[in-house]
């Protein structure tokens, strides 16, 4: 089996946490690298283990992303509407299981970043207020689920022939792919060996002849993520050699009512310029603070420095690492969703 490497690689995620803070993303790429091997140091494996955990909020998203891909990596021929009943089991189950996760405490020394892989960051920094976030989380999740079941966009990749599904989020299923086939699926080289991962829930060639671009949004109706829907235009441009100028993006937000649950995403082609400049300005930065930019090395972590304490902090998983963990948590009622793709 050929070793791991850690390479440079760009995604919307990866560009979202540099952004914010250098610092979550030296330990979400550099200094957890490695922390599931025997020779791990305590912080490798601690900051391996920090990055696996979930919340509440990422929790909800999952949970429903999942069971849909899922639903439509596996539907038969003859099904033209989704398994509601399937995919609210499948959500509820799947949001569940990561609450009874229980592996360690803010403090442990972490022998083993496996136990316990995925739990929530709430439950490890044991914020007293848990059981309040997740009957907030619950609801949440049922309230998504009641507008998946309303939603006319949820039933449009059902109603389409496989061959009009141009792209589904890749899943790790028995009877769909493996985990390592899944990240294949989502990685492209590009011709001047750039590396980008990608992956939009849904492509659907449209009756219209256009080639639409669905993503699901699981948290508050806000301003729309253009460059997000961008970026996977970029992706699937390369990945599947589909003009820009035929793709139409939507997000769908299934907490918003049914007349405006449909932000639609137009203007691509400038989008797509504006994508792989932020590409260019991220990678220049990276490989600049990087001890070996060929190796990919980051020896020096203060050339990736911490931003002021503040709320990004307190949303951040690795707080313990940083010596913030005192700062808390945002309220309960936060609804920013912090998952990462690659």
């Known amino acids: 089996m050929k070793a791991l490497e850690n390479e440079i690689a760009w995604s919307w995620s990866r560009d979202k946490i540099y952004r914010r803070c250098k610092r979550e993303y030296y330990w979400a790429y550099y200094g ?48 033209r509407t989704p398994p509601f009943q399937q995919i609210t089991g499948e959500a509820n189950e799947a949001f569940e299981h ?8 803010i403090g442990d020394v972490i022998t083993d970043p496996s136990r316990g892989m995925g739990q929530l960051a709430e439950r490890y920094y044991q914020l007293p207020d848990l059981d309040e976030r997740l009957a907030l989380a619950r609801v949440k999740l049922g309230a998504n689920l009641d507008g998946l079941r309303q939603s006319l966009y949820a039933t449009i990749p059902f109603r389409h022939d496989a061959r009009d599904l141009l792209w589904v989020d890749p899943v790790e299923h028995p009877a769909i ?11 492209l080289t590009l011709d001047d060996g750039t590396l980008l991962y990608g992956s939009p829930d849904v492509v659907v060639k449209g009756t219209d002849g256009l080639v639409h671009i669905i993503d699901w949004k699981t948290g508050r109706l806000s301003s729309p993520d253009d460059l997000q829907i961008g970026a996977y235009a970029f992706f699937i441009q390369r990945k599947l050699d589909v003009p820009l100028d035929t793709m139409r993006g939507h997000l769908v937000h299934f907490l918003a009512p049914s007349e405006h649950q449909v932000v639609p995403i137009d203007g691509l082609v400038e989008k797509v310029a504006l994508v792989r400049s932020m590409v260019g300005e991220f990678l220049a ?48 009622e936060d609804d920013e969703e912090r998952g990462e793709t690659a």
Request: net charge positive.
């Open 285 to 332: 930065d990276l490989r600049a603070r990087l001890t070996d930019p060929q190796l990919n090395r980051a020896d020096d972590i203060e050339r990736f420095p911490m931003i002021e304490p503040g709320p990004t902090c307190m949303r951040c998983s690795y707080r313990e690492l940083c010596g913030r963990a005192a700062l808390g948590q945002p309220p309960a």
């Open 32 to 79: 957890s690298w490695g922390g599931w091997e025997d020779g791990a140091t305590p912080t490798q494996r601690k900051a391996r283990f920090l990055k696996k955990l979930s919340d509440v909020n990422r929790l909800v998203g999952d949970a429903i992303h999942t069971p849909i891909a899922k639903a439509l990596h596996l539907r038969s021929p003859a099904e």
């Open 98 to 105: 990561v609450v009874r996760l229980n592996g360690w405490r």
């Open 177 to 187: 792919m493996s985990r390592n086939e899944a990240m294949q699926a989502k990685r």
